[in-house]
Structures are given as structure tokens and as C-alpha cells.
């Protein structure tokens, strides 16, 4: 046997010394690893759950397309706020219903946080002057009421001066009066009791040839209700004499004959009408017409300033013409249309709407459903599911639709969904509550995930048998020609592109290219001309029937 060198010894202390760096290397980097993913955890605990958007969801996603990332939340505005734009927003809802007054400059100041609380305890909220999710829901929607100050009580006469009596003695029980006002809280609104006024001399009763909406004391402020608009247009001392609105009534029996409003369209310029023009006669013609149609809600002076040229942006997008506020021929030939289509509505029947506003009952069933495999020939449409059903004029009039279509060059068209019953969506909606529930979340948690991709049983479109998820087999479907097609001639056959990025403010549901509803051919092609969609069109039908009872 070899007896170990110095050599030897060396090497293998070299090698010992080698492997115990190694080893400290490797401890150190764990520590350091094991370290940083504490402070990972550390953080992620700390960071509180992204709450879903409120009230925009994706009833339905395009199939061929990824599922869509929820949106984040809409900020939470209070005293001291950053978010200028959003302030803004804030403040022109607030200022347009009589709450606030101050200028519209993003500063969440006293005077805004004062508007939100007055706005709060008219509507039955926490009048704490933080605009939050409740607040939002009922500003942006039709609950939205205009301010009502609070009445105050009529003086009394002040009673003869008697003897003064004896200082009677303060007891525990005293109530101290303060000249000093509670700092914040809002005060209760009661009733006032007050003194009976002498009676007003009655208005005169309308014609019954023409019932002029001028003469409603009580029209909301909304955009969709014609009557909130004729009120401030008529209430503007320089109102056009031109500009009249009405509405029409038959003089046999003073029933609905439809809607009247007068423009001059000769006062228009053959050239462009845009911010700042100094034609006082067409911009006054043009903000009647938009305050007609819901789109306007200011003065009818003349100024074509902000606010008129956001008005004219509002309805070219509306009726799918290039938003840029200029007034050219294209945007007077859709403004005279619009006009025009107001003496085609039909109040006697209302197209039926689904949301979350207007749910339908658990046991609701639609009229005529039948199989669309009877009615659409496989060479013609792609059904996903073979055993899906639908209204039978609503496919009757897909089926023409989708024939006009292919002639054209358009093929390849598939259905991903039609008529869904209440308890497939409440099963639908249940999986994806468990699933998430699985996971981790809380039921509440679980649920509020769910809404951003699934509509509450009773709530979704899909349950009237009139709606209809179209698709083109392998392509996300909001990028092809086959939708430019669509969104073009839906309306000819009765359809409607429910839900449209311009209109989120009203539908609360994030644009969806594939998603169409059958109305009928004479209210989808009102709708198109005017730009509304279903939410405006049936409040303002539904204002009209209130005028004729």
C-alpha cells in the first residue's frame, strides 16, 4: 500500500475546502430564497382581493376568443381624491340634476363631497359623501332623481310677550340648545307641516289634437325621456319658435298618433357646423333636434361650445358615424332621419327587457319557441348545440338574414347560443360559484367572480328566445367581415347589436360583437336611426304611455 504524500494531503485539503464552500454557498442562497418568497407571501396577504368591475359584464364571450380578464373596479371618489377625471364625471351627473353647482374642475372639494351626501339621502343611501358602488349604481342609471330642496316651514307669528317667569333650575335631565350645527351629518328629511297656500289657477287642459309634453311639470331629467327634454328646451327663455316638439294624438278618440318636432332644416350651412361657429340659427335648430332625440340636455342659445359638440360626438357614435362633433351632411342626413323615425314609434306594444334591472320570474316561459335544426339548413348555419331553441320569427327572420348574407359572400356562420331556460343558467351560474368556492374564495367572493363572466339567472337575454350568439367557425368574431356586415344590416331584418361599447353607461355590459336580439324591423329601425339602445328606447316609450294615461 502507498502511504499518502504531502502531496496527497494537500490536494485532498484543497478538495474538503472546496465542497465546504460549496456548502455555505448553498445555505446562504436557500436562506436568501426562502426569505424572499416570506416577504412574496408577506405582500400578497397584505394586498387586498381586486373587487369585480360593478355592473359591466360579459353575459356571453365570444367562443373563439380568450376569456376575457375581468375589468378593474371603478375608483371609490371622497374628499381629497386624484382621480380629476373621474371628479369630473362626478361632478357634470351631479351639476345636471340640481346637486351641485360649483365648477367642474376634478377637485373633490367641500362643495362636491356636499353634493354627494345631499344625492345620498334623497336616495335612501349612507349620506357619508363617499361616492362609492351604490352611489355610482344609482347616479349612472334612470333611478337618478333630480334634486328636491328640502321644504322649510312657514313662520308663525311670533306670540305677545307675556310675563317672564322664574329661572327654573337645570336639571340632569336638561336639553341644551346649540347654536352650533352638528359638524357633518345630514339631517333626517321629514315632512313639514305648513300652512295651506291659496289654491294655483289650474293649467289649461291640452288640446286634444296635440298633448304637448311642455306642459309636464313632473319629467324626469334623464337622457332617454323626451319630456325632460322639452321641458328645458321650452324652459329657455330664447327657444327657437321653430323648434316645437309634441306629440301627436288622434282627434276621435286622443289616442297616441306619434311624436312631432319641427326643425328648420334650412337654417343648416352647406359647408361644416363645428365648435365655436358663429351660425346662431342652425346651432339652435341642431340643439333642439339633439335635445329631441335625449342627446342634448343645455341651453338652446346658439353657442355651439363643449357641451353641444360632446352632444354631437355622443349621437354620431350612437348611429355609427365617426365620432368627431362636426356637423356635415352625413351627420344632418342621420339627425333627419332620427327626427323622422320619431313619427314611426308605436307605443302600443314595448319590445320585452331583460336585465338586471328588470329580471324575469323563475316559471317565465317564451312564446313559440321551436328547434332552429327545422328551421336553418346545416349548409346554412353551424349549430354548437343541435337541441338549441328559439322564438320562431326571430329564426325565421335570422334564417332570411343569414341567406342574404351568404349570397353576398358571407359564409361559414355559426350559433354558439340561443334560447337558454332559467334553471340551465342557474346551474350555469352555480358550477362557477363552487368552482370558485374550490379554490379558495368565500361564497360571496365566489359569486361576485362569477358575474364578471355569467348573468344572474333571470337576467340574461337569452331567456326571451330572441337572442342569438352568432360566430364564424375558427375566428374571433369582432375582428371579421362577416361582422362590418351585421352591424351594417342587422337592422333590416329586425335585429340589433344589443350591447355596444357606447352604450355601456346604460346596458352596464361590455360591448359584444356577436351577441344580436330580434325586436321586429320597425323598432330596430327606429333604434338604428336614433341611436338608441334598448334600455333608452323603452324608457322612452314607456314615458310616452305615462303622458296618455
Avoid at 354548437?384 to 325565421?396: I, Q
Wanted: with cysteine; proline share 6%.
Amino acid at each position: 500500500m502507498r502511504r499518502s504524500t504531502g502531496s496527497d494531503k494537500s490536494i485532498r485539503a484543497a478538495f474538503f475546502a472546496v465542497i465546504g464552500l460549496l456548502a455555505v454557498g448553498i445555505i446562504f442562497f436557500a436562506v436568501r430564497a426562502v426569505g424572499a418568497y416570506s416577504d412574496a407571501l408577506t405582500e400578497l396577504s397584505a394586498s387586498p382581493t381586486p373587487s369585480p368591475s360593478y355592473g359591466l359584464t360579459f353575459v356571453t364571450g365570444d367562443p373563439n376568443s380568450p376569456t376575457p380578464e375581468p375589468t378593474a373596479a371603478p375608483p371609490v371618489l371622497r374628499s381629497g381624491s386624484s382621480e380629476t377625471e373621474e371628479v369630473k364625471k362626478l361632478q357634470t351627473l351631479l351639476a345636471g340634476l340640481g346637486y351641485y353647482s360649483g365648477a367642474i374642475d376634478g377637485d373633490f372639494g367641500g362643495g362636491t363631497e356636499n353634493a354627494v351626501k345631499l344625492f345620498q339621502a334623497q336616495h335612501g343611501l349612507d349620506a357619508d359623501g363617499i361616492y362609492g358602488l351604490r352611489s355610482r349604481r344609482v347616479l349612472e342609471s334612470d333611478l337618478a332623481e333630480e334634486y328636491i330642496p328640502t321644504p322649510s316651514p312657514e313662520p308663525t307669528e311670533t306670540p305677545a310677550p307675556t310675563d317672564t317667569p322664574e329661572p327654573v333650575a337645570a336639571t340632569a335631565n336638561a336639553v341644551v340648545v346649540s347654536d352650533t350645527l352638528p359638524p357633518t351629518k345630514e339631517p333626517t328629511r321629514v315632512p313639514v307641516t305648513a300652512t295651506p297656500k291659496p289654491t294655483a289657477t289650474p293649467k289649461p287642459t291640452p288640446k286634444p289634437t296635440e298633448l304637448s309634453l311642455a306642459l309636464a311639470d313632473d319629467a324626469g331629467l334623464t337622457g332617454q325621456e323626451i319630456a325632460a327634454a322639452i321641458s328645458m328646451a321650452k324652459a329657455q327663455s330664447n327657444a327657437p319658435k321653430e323648434g316645437s316638439i309634441s306629440v301627436q294624438t288622434n282627434a276621435q278618440d286622443g289616442s297616441f298618433a306619434g311624436v312631432s318636432v319641427s326643425i328648420d332644416w334650412s337654417k343648416f350651412p352647406d359647408g361644416l357646423l363645428k365648435k365655436n361657429s358663429k351660425n346662431t340659427e342652425a346651432v339652435m335648430q341642431l340643439q333642439t333636434a339633439l335635445t329631441a332625440l335625449g342627446y342634448y340636455t343645455g341651453a338652446i342659445d346658439g353657442d355651439f361650445g363643449a357641451g353641444t359638440a360632446k352632444s354631437v360626438t355622443n349621437f354620431q357614435k350612437s348611429v355609427l358615424l365617426e365620432g368627431d362633433g362636426v356637423v356635415g351632411s352625413g351627420t344632418v342626413t342621420a339627425l333627419k332621419n332620427a327626427i323622422a323615425a320619431l313619427a314611426d314609434i308605436d307605443i302600443s306594444e314595448l319590445p320585452l327587457l331583460i336585465n338586471d334591472e328588470f329580471p324575469i320570474a323563475e316559471n317565465y316561459s317564451p312564446y313559440d319557441l321551436i328547434a332552429l335544426r327545422d328551421v336553418l339548413p346545416n349548409s346554412l348555419v353551424k349549430l354548437e348545440d343541435s337541441d338549441t331553441e328559439a322564438n320562431r320569427e326571430a329564426a325565421e327572420a335570422l334564417k332570411q338574414m343569414l341567406t342574404d348574407a351568404k349570397s353576398e359572400g358571407y359564409d361559414d356562420w355559426k350559433i354558439a347560443a340561443a334560447y337558454r331556460t332559467y334553471d340551465y343558467q342557474k346551474t350555469l351560474f352555480n358550477r362557477y360559484v363552487n368552482n370558485y368556492m374550490k379554490n379558495g374564495d368565500t361564497r360571496s367572493q365566489a359569486i361576485s367572480r362569477t358575474r364578471n363572466t355569467v348573468a344572474d339567472p333571470g337576467t340574461s337575454e337569452h331567456h326571451t328566445g330572441l337572442a342569438f350568439d352568432l360566430n364564424v367557425i375558427d375566428e374571433t368574431f369582432g375582428n371579421t367581415k362577416h361582422f362590418k356586415w351585421l352591424k351594417q344590416h342587422c337592422w333590416d331584418y329586425g335585429f340589433i347589436l344589443r350591447f355596444q361599447a357606447v352604450k355601456k353607461t346604460y346596458t352596464k355590459i361590455s360591448a359584444e360583437a356577436w351577441h344580436y336580439r330580434y325586436v321586429g324591423v320597425k323598432h330596430a329601425k327606429i333604434m338604428q336611426a336614433t341611436g338608441w339602445c334598448l334600455e333608452e328606447y323603452v324608457a322612452y316609450l314607456k314615458n310616452l304611455q305615462a303622458k296618455q294615461q
